[in-house]
């Protein structure tokens, strides 16, 4: 990194909420009335050769879970695996680093994959990634195959999900801001689920699993009213309603679910005051917003074609790098945009006196990515003719149905005056580099620890939406 440390003031504020889920459905068994089909009358499995090494060697046939009764939660029996989550797991820094290259070229191609529309847009692809790698661990055969190409996992399974464990331990262990990963299932009560695969989640995820029923009307839309309790709580009420209605029917057997929460502040906050100024959109119009602004050591690079700036939070880990382009020019470096060219733009990065304009904004985006998950090249995860998720049962009849994300974004300047001081200038004389972020932008906050991107957005129009 071309840049030293910042001296930490505090305060400034950027809260980030969302969730991934994935719902796996059975598949049409033409011989029973699909309100008919239950887990004991689909448990006999055909075997089938796991093509990816499964974490474990699975039992022959699918089998009940051995857990331990716990208590409930959102009005539902939850079942403890008696296998513990492993808090200090034996990985080596290569392996993270294979899975973070991976994971940051799976980031930008999504990115890419979802940008067509002129909207803001904002996402996590490591909570997206997560969920799906709790998936994944019962995939087999070409529907694993082409589920690890597009999400970008490049460690055999029984190295990745030790790895995927490491990594969210790391991130939620950072002191200086709040981070917190949650993950859980929710299963078809009877529905029999392999040992080993509810031990991988437990082991790598500590998800534990909700017992539900989605086969009768009236007790799946409570199963669906209970989830989204559960997203709400992990989100801190800001993601609401995930599971539309409709989304869950008499065929869906398992819900995995993802959330994660972060709220940073800025080790440099915004002090210089905020004012209405104008924001110019992509079409030439403009719009009225409230623009932050501060002077303060930063973070920045000229290419000429864009100009970008770092925002590190409290303890210097965490950062948003903001890249702005030049007027005319965002089609044409957003269509540049890849993991390598993300990671170029952060090597360029050196200390400036900085003047930074930036607007305050607060949005948030829904995501059914399961259409683009396909055309990324996962077709088979979702072909109920095709899917291969024998991992989880023992049987080829499970098939993804939906995969949702939503996600919430705030950025503030709000700080305290006793860190006024603390800003750094270079050279009395010497006049400021001036950044205005003052037409469309494209953000994502990075971890300069492990060298990953854990969520990217474009701000198009900073306006609240009505």
């Known amino acids: 990194m071309a840049y030293s440390n910042l001296l930490g003031v505090r305060k400034a504020v950027s809260l980030m909420l969302l969730v991934s889920i994935f719902v796996a459905a059975c598949g049409t068994v033409p011989t029973l009335p699909p309100a008919e089909i239950t887990p004991t009358e689909v448990s006999t499995p055909t075997p089938v050769e796991p093509a990816v090494p499964?974490?474990?060697?699975?039992t022959a046939t699918?089998?009940?879970?051995?857990?331990?009764?716990?208590?409930?939660?959102y009005g539902v029996k939850v079942i403890a695996s008696e296998v513990e989550r492993v808090t200090d797991p034996d990985v080596g820094a290569a392996d993270i680093e294979t899975w973070a290259e991976g994971h940051n070229d799976f980031a930008f191609r999504l990115y890419q994959a979802i940008r067509e529309d002129e909207v803001n847009l904002f996402f996590s692809p490591y909570s997206i990634a997560v969920a799906l790698g709790m998936t994944y661990a019962g995939a087999r055969g070409e529907t694993a195959a082409q589920m690890a190409e597009v999400l970008g996992f490049r460690l055999p399974q029984e190295r990745l999900h030790p790895t995927m464990n490491a990594v969210a331990l790391n991130l939620m262990a950072q002191e200086a801001l709040t981070l917190t990963v949650a993950n859980s299932l929710w299963a078809q009560e009877d529905y029999a689920f392999l040992d080993v695969f509810l031990d991988t989640l437990a082991r790598n995820y500590g998800a534990g699993v909700n017992i539900v029923d989605y086969i009768d009307p009236g007790a799946r839309e409570e199963a669906r009213l209970a989830i989204n309790a559960w997203v709400e709580d992990e989100t801190q009420g800001k993601i609401e309603d995930l599971i539309t209605e409709g989304m869950l029917t008499h065929l869906t057997r398992l819900v995995l679910a993802n959330a994660i929460y972060f709220k940073g502040d800025w080790a440099q906050p915004f002090l210089d005051g905020t004012s209405d100024d104008t924001f110019t959109l992509l079409d030439g119009s403009s719009v009225t917003v409230p623009m932050m602004s501060r002077r303060a050591g930063t973070p920045h690079v000229d290419r000429g074609d864009y100009q970008a700036v770092a925002l590190p939070y409290t303890g210097e880990r965490m950062q948003m790098v903001v890249l702005v382009p030049t007027s005319g020019r965002f089609a044409e470096v957003e269509s540049q945009?890849?993991?390598?060219?993300?990671?170029?733009?952060?090597?360029?990065?050196?200390r400036s006196d900085v003047k930074l304009y930036m607007p305050r904004f607060t949005f948030d985006a829904n995501l059914d990515l399961g259409g683009t998950l396909e055309a990324m090249g996962m077709p088979d995860a979702f072909d109920s003719g095709q899917a291969d998720f024998s991992g989880m049962d023992g049987t080829t009849l499970l098939h993804i149905s939906d995969v949702a994300h939503k996600a919430f974004v705030a950025v503030d300047e709000e700080g305290t005056e006793a860190a006024a001081a603390t800003g750094v200038v270079v050279g009395i004389e010497s006049l400021p580099v001036e950044v205005r972020v003052d037409r469309p932008f494209i953000f994502f906050i990075y971890d300069t620890e492990l060298d990953l991107?854990?969520?990217?957005?474009?701000?198009?129009?900073?306006?609240?939406?009505?």
């Open 54 to 58: 499964p974490t474990e060697e699975p």
């Open 62 to 73: 699918p089998a009940e879970p051995t857990p331990s009764p716990a208590d409930t939660a």
């Open 337 to 350: 945009l890849d993991a390598r060219f993300a990671r170029d733009v952060i090597e360029e990065l050196t």
């Open 453 to 466: 991107f854990i969520f990217v957005g474009r701000v198009l129009d900073p306006t609240p939406v009505e």
